[in-house]
C-alpha cells in the first residue's frame, strides 16, 4: 500500500478526534459544533459531560426514535473503498481496547458518522397518580439499542469491524435539587482481517453512577463508571492471545448560567489495568492511564451566539512484560480550540466556526516525538420557508499537516453539506443530512479520496413532561 495512504490514514485520525456535530440537523447545515444546541448537543450535564444524573434534565418530553449514518468512501489512486454503516467504533470501544497499544483496529480510522439505534425515552417531571390512584414519582430512563459496521476493501481483500451495543440510564430526583443516576452500557465488537485469517474481540460490560445539584444559574455533576474488559485475539493456527482487566473512569461536569451566558466544563479521568495470556501463559500487563479536559462558552446576545471552545486529551498505554521490563510507552495528546459567531434571524440561522488542532505521539522508548496539526472553517445555515420545514447547507474546508518527515504531506478536505427537516403534525420530526466530501494531498496530486455521507433521524413524541 503506498505511502500516501498511511499519511491520510493519520489525517482521518486527527479529523475524528475533533469534536462533531451528533446529528443530521447540524450535519446538514456545515457540521456547526459549537454554536447552537439541539437533540444531542446540549451544553448540560449529560451531553456535554456525560453525568448520568443529568439526564432527568436533559429534555422534557417521552419520545421513540431512530438515527444512524451510512458513509461511503473511495481512493481512486489506491483503490481502496470504506463502507461504514453507522459507528462501528465507539467512544468507549476507542477509549478501553488497547488499540494503540497492540496493533488491531489502528488502520481503520474512526469517521464522522453516528450508530445506528433504536431509541426510547420516557420522563415524567411532574410527581402524579397511576389508575389505581398509586403515586408516581418523577423519573426518566432511556433505552439505545444499535448495531455498526464498518468495512474496507484494498487489493480485493475486505477487512471489517461490527458492534451491537446496548445502553439503560435511567435518573430521578431526590429533591428539588439533587438528582441521581445510573447507567449500564454494553457492546461487542468484532474485527476480521482480509480472508478471515485474524480476528479481534473486545467486549466491555458494565455501567456507572452519577449525583448532581442542579439550581437555576449553576449545575455540578459527579460520575464513576466501572467496566470490566475482554480483548481477545485470534490467530491462525487457532492460538489466542487476551487481555482481560478493570477500568475506572470517574468525571466531574459545571454548568454556569448568567444571563444569557452559559458555560459548561467537563473534567475526566481514566485508568485501565489489563493483565495478558497466551496459551495459558503470562504475557505481561498493559496499564493506560487518561487525563481530558474540555470547556466551552456560549453567548447569546439578541440575535448573536459567540462561542468559545477549548479541549485537553491524553493518553498514555504502558505495556510491561513478565519480566517488568517496559516496552511499550507512548503519551497521546490532542489539543483543540475552536469558537464560532451565529446569527438567529426569525426562521434563519447562519453560522461561521473555526478550529486549530495539535495532536503529539511521544514514544518514551525510542524516545521519538510526531506531531500533528488540524485547522479549519465551517460555515453553515437554516431557513424555514414554512414553519414545518427546514431546509439547510454548508462548506467546511480543513488542512492537516501530520508532520511525518515527508515533503508535501499536507492533506486538504473540502466539504459540502446539504439537509432538510420536516416536522409532521407537531408529533413527529424527521431530519436527513448528507455531506459530500473530497480529500487531496500534496504528495500525490492524482489521488483523491471522496466521501458520501448521508445522516437520518427520526423522533415521535409520545407524551408531554407530566401526562
Wanted: aromatic share 16%; net charge negative.
Amino acid at each position: 500500500m503506498s505511502y500516501t495512504y498511511k499519511i491520510v490514514l493519520i489525517v482521518a485520525f486527527l479529523t475524528a478526534a475533533c469534536s462533531f456535530a451528533a446529528d443530521a440537523r447540524f450535519m446538514g447545515m456545515g457540521n456547526l459544533s459549537f454554536l447552537f444546541q439541539d437533540d444531542y448537543q446540549r451544553l448540560d450535564l449529560y451531553d456535554f459531560a456525560g453525568i448520568s444524573s443529568g439526564f432527568f434534565r436533559n429534555d422534557t418530553v417521552s419520545f421513540a426514535g431512530l438515527h444512524g449514518s451510512v458513509l461511503r468512501e473511495e481512493w481512486e489512486r489506491d483503490s481502496v473503498v470504506y463502507w461504514a454503516i453507522g459507528q462501528a467504533l465507539p467512544e468507549k470501544l476507542q477509549a478501553y481496547a488497547p488499540v494503540e497499544a497492540l496493533g488491531y483496529y489502528q488502520s481503520i480510522p474512526a469517521f464522522e458518522t453516528i450508530p445506528w439505534e433504536i431509541i426510547y425515552v420516557s420522563r415524567r417531571t411532574e410527581e402524579g397518580y397511576d389508575y389505581f390512584g398509586g403515586q408516581l414519582s418523577r423519573q426518566s430512563w432511556g433505552f439505545w439499542g444499535g448495531y455498526s459496521r464498518l468495512s474496507r476493501t484494498f487489493d480485493e481483500e475486505t477487512e471489517s469491524i461490527s458492534t451491537p451495543a446496548l445502553n439503560l440510564i435511567y435518573a430521578r430526583p431526590f429533591s428539588d435539587h439533587l438528582d441521581f443516576g445510573v447507567a449500564f452500557d454494553a457492546f461487542y465488537g468484532s474485527y476480521s482481517s482480509p480472508g478471515g485469517n485474524y480476528g479481534a474481540s473486545l467486549v466491555p460490560l458494565g455501567g456507572g453512577a452519577g449525583l448532581s445539584y442542579n439550581d437555576a444559574k449553576f449545575d455540578l455533576g459527579f460520575n464513576t463508571e466501572y467496566h470490566y474488559l475482554n480483548f481477545i485475539f485470534e490467530y491462525p493456527s487457532g492460538t489466542e492471545e487476551s487481555f482481560s482487566g478493570h477500568a475506572i473512569a470517574p468525571a466531574l461536569g459545571a454548568i454556569i448560567k448568567v444571563a444569557g451566558l452559559t458555560w459548561a466544563n467537563a473534567l475526566g479521568y481514566r485508568w485501565i489495568g489489563l493483565a495478558g495470556s497466551y496459551n495459558g501463559n503470562e504475557l505481561g500487563d498493559l496499564g493506560i492511564t487518561a487525563y481530558s479536559a474540555k470547556t466551552q462558552l456560549l453567548y447569546k446576545l439578541r440575535f448573536l451566539r459567540i462561542a468559545v471552545y477549548g479541549s485537553f486529551d491524553q493518553q498514555v498505554p504502558i505495556y510491561t512484560d513478565p519480566g517488568d521490563s517496559v516496552e511499550f510507552e507512548t503519551a497521546y495528546q490532542n489539543y483543540v480550540l475552536g469558537g464560532g459567531l451565529g446569527i438567529v434571524h426569525g426562521p434563519a440561522l447562519i453560522g461561521a466556526e473555526g478550529f486549530l488542532q495539535k495532536v503529539s505521539t511521544d514514544d518514551r522508548v525510542i524516545e521519538e516525538i510526531v506531531k500533528g496539526d488540524e485547522w479549519g472553517v465551517k460555515i453553515g445555515l437554516e431557513i424555514r420557508p414554512v414553519r414545518q420545514i427546514a431546509l439547510r447547507g454548508g462548506f467546511n474546508y480543513i488542512t492537516v499537516d501530520p508532520d511525518v518527515n515527508i515533503e508535501d504531506d499536507i492533506a486538504k478536505t473540502n466539504t459540502i453539506t446539504c439537509g432538510f427537516g420536516f416536522n409532521a403534525a407537531g408529533k413527529t420530526r424527521f431530519d436527513i443530512g448528507y455531506n459530500y466530501k473530497q480529500t487531496k494531498t500534496d504528495l500525490y496530486t492524482d489521488e483523491r479520496i471522496k466521501d458520501h455521507i448521508f445522516f437520518i433521524y427520526m423522533k415521535h413524541l409520545i407524551t408531554e413532561a407530566g401526562d
